[in-house]
């Protein structure tokens, strides 16, 4: 049994911002923070006060996360890039929107003292007896403090209040993973009604000092216990006014955030839902029953029918039947009420099963087709060729280009459409390309950050030429180019060529879903996909020079190499082509997390904790270029050896100079670390290892939520009988799959139960927010 927290994070646009820049404009980008952990960065969109961005993302969380944080940064060449505002939202707001939330958010102010981090380690106690009593506080350490000296670092010191007296610790130079073991007492008040309050500090030499957080104790509760130890997160001062008080004209942030709490069982456990739903799909349709997919496709919401889809997909690709079951999809569409004209253009759960299906199997192929051209449009700004003559061509939709998968989906598609309207011919093609074109290419043309084919937005003008490929590829994908004539005569001039591209699209698909050259290829549809062979992440990092004698370090400290996450090990070479030097075993990588900043002079330095084969453990301290990079190759990693029985359970951020770590100043250079590792921190992707698990939890989840509307849309799309129809009660007979398919349910709420562990007893010391 597992628990994790999935969050969902759609940032769309930004409206009203005020102008950063002296041509009274600004760049804008957001950076979010989990828990004040940089873990994306948008891209910048430049020259505007209403920037969009609609970019989409889902972050695996360590379960007992806090709040997330969105600022809004205008980016700058030449200065350090300002911040404009920011937007925080706590794990309780999103408690109270299980659906998630949707709408504008204002930016409020960023205030230093509220930039506030990192937890306390405190040992608190009440000694003596009564009329002589003591309250005693031990203050041991301290670790991810907030940086607020150039050097990347803080002085950090505690002052701890209580009853009107005020006693401080030493100053810690130069850490933000202190350590002060120190003692401090106080004569406790009559009645214990008094607050301890416990502020850390960091120190200047010149100026005010930086206030870094801060813990309020009630001691009333301490009485009882006696002694309470643990650590304590670090809270910003509340008596200054509230973010409602001190907004002002900073704009706003359209976002949709949602929080998934997920309590995933033994897979034994979703045995039964899966076969159900197997079951379900071998079947088939059957005429005269109400098919169990069409139910829970009329019931489910449009705001919920993606996840739903995504979920189906990953599934039955797990249990090798994705293609049966879109071919369901498909025939039960089309056994509606539908023309020819307008199939599959609604977001029926046969349309975004097939949209999921594409993005998850058919990532690397769009990259293939669009990869050269998005980089050409970009790289040469100016890159548009009108004169058919003069355009290259590239058989890239020829059938080993793409997937067989994908081409067995549209074989069905193909067939299925063709027998449905064989008066209409011409449906078949364009149910293909409805899918291919409109929901696949296209969007990736008009948008292709949101596609990983750019890490940056369009300018204004090339996202012109963008929308004219874009434009271009819907009208072919029409399959009648006159129609754009009527609607947009600029586009008369080219329309002889969109004819051409017509044609052609007619041929490649014609070849697409061509049997003869497929016979060697349905062979292997039917079975579970294993993980794919190729790379899961690659790419050129820098490999800064540290004391140690691990492969990696002799191999070229100060150097690039390129590096290969595979599903075996992590290698490198000089180049992608070239013989690889060395590799880790991913069984010997025991972590991968941050570096301090202050350690290198860079934010984007990531270290990967690993043992070597005499049994000595070492580690290697890789440059990314970006944050999005480091987060990227730090979610790749952790995934790959999340099964690793050996990863760490804490780690030092800094390095090992001298005599000492820089983090926290210890001499023991193979001691316990002074940090947490975030194995569970990672970054979901499209080219992900399917896990069947999570998507039959999160399917038995929504279909728990459904249990009464499933049973009143199966009334209502029951023929009628004897002169009656409508809701039935709930005694009413259903039909043999829904009966069993609520008998499962019942037994996995009942397992889910089972698996709760008890209420811990409330703690005897209250640690107050404000």
């Known amino acids: 049994m597992a628990r994790r927290s999935a969050l969902s994070i759609r940032i769309v646009e930004g409206r009203n911002l005020p102008a950063k820049d002296i041509t009274g404009s600004s760049d804008p980008y957001c950076i979010v923070k989990i828990d004040d952990e940089a873990i994306i960065r948008t891209a910048t969109v430049w020259k505007t006060l209403s920037p969009f961005w609609g970019e989409e993302y889902e972050v695996q969380l360590q ?77 041991l350490e301290a670790r991810d403090l907030a940086r607020k000296d150039r050097n990347g670092a803080s002085d950090p010191f505690v002052r701890l209040r209580y009853n009107g007296k005020t ?13 002060w073991n120190e003692t401090f007492e106080f004569e406790l008040a009559e009645p214990a009604g008094e607050k301890l309050c416990v502020e850390v500090w960091d120190w200047d030499l010149v100026g005010r000092n930086d206030f870094l957080g801060k813990v309020v104790f009630s001691v009333q509760g301490l009485e009882a216990a006696g002694q309470e130890e643990g650590w304590f997160r670090l809270w910003p001062d509340k008596s200054k006014p509230t973010e409602d008080e001190r907004r002002g004209s900073l704009g706003s942030l359209q976002l949709q955030v949602k929080l998934r709490d997920e309590t995933v069982l033994p897979p034994d456990c979703y045995q039964p839902l899966v076969q159900l739903l197997c079951q379900e ?41 994705v293609k049966e079951f879109l071919d369901l999809l498909f025939e039960l569409e089309l056994a ?22 594409l993005k998850v199997m058919g990532m690397p192929y769009l990259h293939f087709v669009l990869g050269p051209t998005i980089a050409r449009v970009f790289e040469e700004k100016k890159y548009v060729e009108l004169d058919p003559g003069k355009v290259e061509i590239r058989d890239v939709g020829s059938a080993p280009a793409c997937p067989p998968l994908i081409r067995a989906a549209f074989r069905q598609l193909f067939q299925r459409v063709g027998e449905r309207f064989p008066q209409h011919q011409h ?19 008009m948008t292709p950050k949101l596609f990983q084919l750019r890490d940056a937005h ?17 009208l072919v994908g029409n399959m009648e180019p006159a129609a754009g004539r009527a609607k947009e005569t600029w586009l008369s001039p080219l329309l002889p060529a969109l004819q051409q591209g017509t044609a052609r699209m007619r041929d490649f698909i014609t070849r697409l879903v061509r049997t003869e050259e497929d016979k060697g290829e349905e062979e292997g549809e039917g079975r579970p996909l294993g993980p794919p062979p190729a790379a899961v992440k690659e790419g050129l990092l820098l490999v800064h020079k540290t004391r140690g004698k691990g492969p990696l370090l002799a191999a070229a400290a100060g150097k690039k190499l390129h590096f290969c996450l595979t599903g075996e090990s992590l290698s490198f070479g000089k180049s992608p082509s070239a013989e690889r030097i060395g590799a880790i075993a991913l069984g010997d990588i025991l972590a991968a997390e941050k570096v301090e900043e202050k350690s290198f002079g860079s934010s984007h330095v990531m270290q990967v904790v690993y043992m070597t084969r005499g049994g000595q453990q070492e580690t290697a301290y890789l440059q990314c270029k970006c944050v999005n990079e480091l987060n990227q190759w730090l979610s790749a990693l952790r995934k790959a050896c999340g099964n690793n029985p050996r990863v760490l359970r804490s780690y030092h951020p800094g390095v090992f100079r001298g005599d000492k770590w820089s983090c926290c100043h210890q001499r023991d250079r193979t001691g316990l670390g002074c940090d947490r590792t975030r194995h569970g921190v ?12 999570v998507e039959a939890q999160r399917l038995f989840h929504h279909l728990q939520g459904l249990r009464g509307t499933l049973r009143e849309k199966y009334w209502e799309l029951l023929e009628p009988e004897d002169g009656r129809n409508g809701p039935r009660g709930e005694d009413a007979p259903l039909p043999e799959g829904l009966s069993r398919l609520f008998a499962v349910l019942g037994e996995l709420e009942r397992c889910h139960r089972r698996a709760q562990p008890p209420e811990p007893p409330a703690p005897a010391l209250l640690q107050l927010q404000t």
């Open 458 to 474: 369009a300018d204004a003008r090339t996202s012109r030429t963008l929308l004219l490929l874009a434009k271009a590829i819907q």
């Open 281 to 321: 799909v071998k079947s088939g349709r059957q005429d005269g029953q109400v098919h169990l997919v069409t139910l829970l496709d009329e019931a489910t919401t449009a705001e919920c029918r993606q996840e739903v889809a995504i979920s189906l997909v990953k599934l039955f690709l797990g249990q090798g039947l």
């Open 427 to 445: 449906a078949k093609f364009v149910a293909v390309t409805s899918f291919l074109c409109l929901r696949f290419f296209s969007p990736a043309v």
């Open 167 to 179: 006693q401080e610790s030493t100053v810690v130079k130069k850490s933000c993973y202190p350590r």
């Open 682 to 693: 990672t970054l979901q992707d499209w080219s992900d290892p399917l896990d069947p698990t």
């Open 336 to 357: 509606k009420p539908c023309e020819p004209n307008t199939l599959f253009r609604s977001n029926s759960l046969a349309s975004k099963s097939m949209e999921s299906f």
């Open 63 to 139: 379960p007992g996360f806090h709040s997330i944080s969105i600022y809004v940064m205008d980016e700058d060449a030449l200065s350090r890039d300002d911040i404009i505002g920011k937007v925080c939202i706590t794990r309780d707001m999103l408690a109270e929107h299980p659906k998630g939330y949707s709408g504008w958010m204002s930016l409020s102010e960023v205030d230093p003292d509220e930039e506030v981090q990192g937890e306390i380690h405190l040992r608190v106690e009440v000694l003596g007896s009564q009329g002589s009593r003591r309250l005693r506080c031990s203050v």
